[in-house]
């Protein structure tokens, strides 16, 4: 059993579990019916059903693949799981791009990531990125921050 067991599949499986809880937490909202397409869910449903699939392609790799003997070191697992959850959380109360740079740098530090520019770029500018795509060019808006109406 302890073969089966490494941090690497835990972490993979989390991630699998959350995503999938993300996914399924899509449907059975209600909207105006102004077609599929216009629905507020269309597009994070299909980002999501993306990442559910790379998620279990990452679990079906690693199930598939020498396990190491490192001890398993659940803390990173548990901080970004916990983390996932207060992103969810807050995501409306904070706004989209708040919530996911904090998400964003919550997980590279849990991950181990210590320079600071490697735990506050890439989420700063993933972040910024999907804003732009999401409010600019396909004008869906994302949830706004209270405390800027530009983000």
Not at 35 to 47: E, Q, T
Not at 60 to 81: G, Y
Request: aromatic fraction near 10%.
């Amino acid at each position: 059993m302890s073969t089966l067991l490494n941090e690497r599949r835990c972490v993979s499986v989390v991630i699998l579990l959350l995503v999938a809880g993300l996914v399924t937490s899509t449907f059975g909202l209600t909207f105006a019916d102004l077609g599929g397409a216009f629905s507020p869910m269309f597009f994070p449903r299909i980002i999501l059903t993306i990442l559910l699939a790379l998620a279990a392609f990452n679990v079906v790799l690693d199930l598939l693949k020498p396990s190491p003997s490192d001890p398993i070191e659940l803390w990173p697992v548990l901080t970004i799981s916990l983390a996932f959850i207060v992103y969810v959380l807050l995501l409306v109360p904070l706004g989209y791009f708040v919530s996911s740079v904090a998400l964003g740098m919550v997980v590279l530090l849990a991950l181990g990531l210590r320079h600071p520019l490697q735990v506050v770029l890439p989420p700063v500018l993933a972040a910024g990125a999907l804003l732009v795509l999401f409010n600019h060019v396909l004008k869906m808006p994302l949830p706004t921050s209270p405390f800027t109406w530009w983000i």
